[in-house]
């Protein structure tokens, strides 16, 4: 457990290292699709089924807790700048997760996955969104109502 503090703890060090500069990484779908972490990498790949299945147990704990720091970070920045409070994504997310254990989180996931083999290809927060996040929300990004039955 020490490894994924240190892992999470220069994660965080290096998101605030690289915001702070004006770097910002790109995700990008088709990058490295079947998640070859052995690959130099030019753009930051979306997590999606069929990595997630593969990840060991502390690797899926350290890419939830990841979502939970960014709600956290933006929370509360939120907290000393109150002009920048709005409903948008990570408002939602922690609205939609909030008493949610990470176990629960992770189990939902890989449910989703092993009963949905054809959807490996969707991303990770995809099916958090629309599994976890969406069904506890009365209205979606924005407080506008939901459009149908997609993304964010």
């Known amino acids: 457990?020490?490894?994924?503090?240190?892992?999470?703890?220069?994660?965080?060090?290096?998101?605030?290292?690289a915001s702070l500069s004006g770097v910002t990484p790109t995700l990008a779908a088709n990058e490295n699709p079947a998640g070859d972490l052995t690959k130099d990498l030019k753009e930051m790949p979306v997590l999606t089924g069929d990595?997630?299945?593969?990840?060991?147990?502390?690797?899926?704990?350290t890419f939830v807790w990841g979502i939970g720091h960014v709600v956290t970070i933006e929370e509360n920045v939120i907290q000393r700048h109150p002009e920048l409070k709005r409903q948008g994504f990570a408002?939602?997310?922690?609205?939609?997760?909030?008493?949610?254990?990470?176990?629960?989180i992770i189990k939902d996931i890989d449910g989703y996955y092993l009963s949905n083999p054809d959807d490996?290809?969707?991303?990770?927060?995809?099916?958090?969104?629309?599994?976890i996040v969406k069904p506890k929300l009365k209205t979606g990004i924005a407080d506008q109502p939901f459009a149908g039955s997609g993304g964010p």
Do not use: F, H, Y
């Open 51 to 61: 990595t997630w299945l593969t990840l060991q147990p502390e690797a899926k704990i």
């Open 120 to 131: 490996r290809d969707i991303p990770v927060m995809r099916v958090i969104w629309t599994q």
């Open 1 to 17: 457990m020490n490894i994924a503090k240190t892992v999470i703890r220069s994660l965080c060090v290096l998101s605030l290292v």
């Open 91 to 104: 408002a939602k997310l922690a609205e939609g997760l909030r008493g949610v254990p990470m176990e629960t």
